[in-house]
C-alpha cells in the first residue's frame, strides 16, 4: 500500500512541474492494476479512491477539472475500478473456495496415508513423503503400520503410475493391510489374505471399464514383520525394491530370493509367499524405499546412488538419516521430483529381544 501510494502521490506532483502538453495521469492506472492483482477487495478500493484523487488534483492545478479531456479521463478510471472492483472480489471467491477445497483434501489424504508413530514396539521411526504433483500430500505411493499382538507389522509400496490418478488404488492396498495386519498370526498368511482382498477390491473398483484391464491396476510392496520379543524381522517382497540392513557400518540390500508378483496380479501365477528372516538387533536400522528416491535422476541422467549415500550416513539415528537422504535426493535432482516419494527408516531399540530364530534363515 505504501508503493502504491507513492506511485499515485507521484502523479499530480510530478504533473505540476511538467510541461503543459504533458499529462502523466493515465499512469494511474499501474498501481491500481498492481492493487487488483495483489491485494483484497478493501485496499484495492482505497488505492481507486486514491487514484481518483490524485486525478482531480492534476486536475485542478492545471485548472482544467472541468474539461472535456479530464472528465472522459475520470470517468474512464471510475469504470476501469469497478471493473478492477468486480474482479478482485470474484478472485477472493474463488480463493476461499479453493482454500476450503485444499482443507477437505488434506483432511481426507491425512486420513488415508495416517502418520507413521516415532515409535512402535521395540522399533524407532522416521519418515518421509513426497508427492510429484503440487499440492497434493499423497500419491501413488502407500506406507502404513500396524502394531499387532507381538509384533509391529508394516508395508510400503508403489501403485502404477503417479500422483493424484493412483488414489484409489492405494486406498485399496491400505484398508486391506490395516484390515488384515492383525488378524493373522503369521506374515505369510496376511500376504495371501492381502493379494487376495486386494485383487477382489482392484477387480471391483475397475470392472466394466473398457480401456483398462484389471490386471493393468497393481501395486509393488513389501510387508514387514519385527517381533517385540525376538532380534530378527520377517519379509515377504511384492516385487519391491529391496530394503537396506544396516549393520555395523555395513549395508545389505535383502534381496527375496522369489518375490511374490505385486499385488493384484496374483492370480496370474501359482503364488508361494517366500518369507526371508534376518536378524535385526538393537542398534540396527532398515531403511525403506520406493522408485522415487533410488530411481531420481541428475542433470546427466545418472540414477541416485542410494547405496553409496546410505554407507556415509550409516551411524545416523533415523529422524537424521531421512533428513539427510531427503536434502541430498533434493541437491541430486536440482529440481522437483518427477515420481513420488516415500522413505522410512526404522532401528531396532533396546534389549527386550531375546535371540529366538533360525540360524540358517538369518543374513548377516
Not at 495416517?114 to 513423503?129: D, E, I, K, Q
Not at 482392484?202 to 510387508?223: K, N, Y
Not at 522413505?343 to 533360525?358: D, K, M, N, S, Y
Amino acid at each position: 500500500m505504501a508503493l502504491w501510494s507513492v506511485l499515485i502521490v507521484a502523479i499530480p506532483v510530478a504533473d505540476w512541474f511538467l510541461p503543459p502538453d504533458i499529462h502523466p495521469a493515465h499512469l494511474l492506472v499501474i498501481p491500481l492494476a498492481l492493487a487488483a492483482t495483489f491485494a483484497d477487495t478493501r485496499r484495492t478500493a482505497v488505492t481507486a479512491l486514491l487514484a481518483l484523487t490524485a486525478l482531480v488534483v492534476a486536475g485542478a492545478e492545471r485548472r482544467t477539472l472541468t474539461t472535456e479531456n479530464v472528465l472522459v479521463q475520470m470517468l474512464s478510471l471510475v469504470l476501469f475500478s469497478a471493473l478492477l472492483l468486480i474482479a478482485t472480489r470474484l478472485r477472493e471467491q474463488h480463493l476461499r473456495h479453493l482454500a476450503r477445497a485444499r482443507q477437505v483434501s488434506e483432511a481426507a489424504q491425512s486420513v488415508l496415508l495416517r502418520p507413521l508413530p516415532r515409535r512402535a514396539g521395540a522399533v524407532s521411526l522416521a519418515s518421509t513423503y513426497v508427492a510429484a504433483e503440487t499440492e497434493a500430500r499423497i500419491g501413488g505411493d502407500l506406507y502404513a503400520l500396524v502394531r499387532a499382538p507381538g509384533p509391529t507389522r508394516l508395508i510400503i509400496g508403489d501403485a502404477r503410475g503417479k500422483g493424484l490418478g493412483a488414489i484409489g488404488d492405494i486406498e485399496t492396498v491400505l484398508g486391506a493391510f490395516r484390515f488384515n495386519a492383525h488378524r493373522h498370526s503369521t506374515l505369510s498368511g496376511l500376504a495371501s489374505a492381502l493379494e487376495s482382498d486386494v485383487r477382489w477390491d482392484l477387480g471391483q473398483s475397475h470392472h466394466g471399464d473398457p480401456d483398462e484391464w484389471p490386471s493393468e491396476h497393481f501395486i509393488t510392496a513389501a510387508v514387514l514383520e519385527i517381533p517385540d520379543n525376538q532380534l530378527c524381522a520377517r519379509l515377504i517382497s511384492f516385487g519391491h525394491l529391496p530394503p537396506l540392513l544396516l549393520h555395523e557400518g555395513h549395508v545389505t540390500p535383502l534381496e527375496v530370493a522369489a518375490p511374490a508378483p505385486p499385488l493384484g496380479l496374483g492370480a496370474l501365477t501359482e503364488t508361494e509367499y517366500a518369507l526371508l528372516a534376518f536378524r535385526f538387533a538393537p542398534g540396527d536400522r532398515l531403511v525403506l524405499y520406493t522408485d522415487g528416491v533410488s530411481e531420481a535422476r541428475d542433470s546427466l541422467g545418472s540414477f541416485y546412488p542410494l547405496v553409496e549415500r546410505v554407507t556415509a550416513w550409516a551411524d545416523q539415528r533415523p529422524d537424521e538419516l531421512v533428513h539427510s537422504i531427503g536434502a541430498d535426493l533434493r541437491a541430486y535432482t536440482g529440481g522437483p521430483l518427477a515420481d513420488d516419494m516415500a522413505l522410512i527408516v526404522l532401528q531396532r531399540e533396546g534389549a527386550r529381544a531375546r535371540a529366538r530364530i533360525p540360524e540358517n534363515r538369518w543374513v548377516s
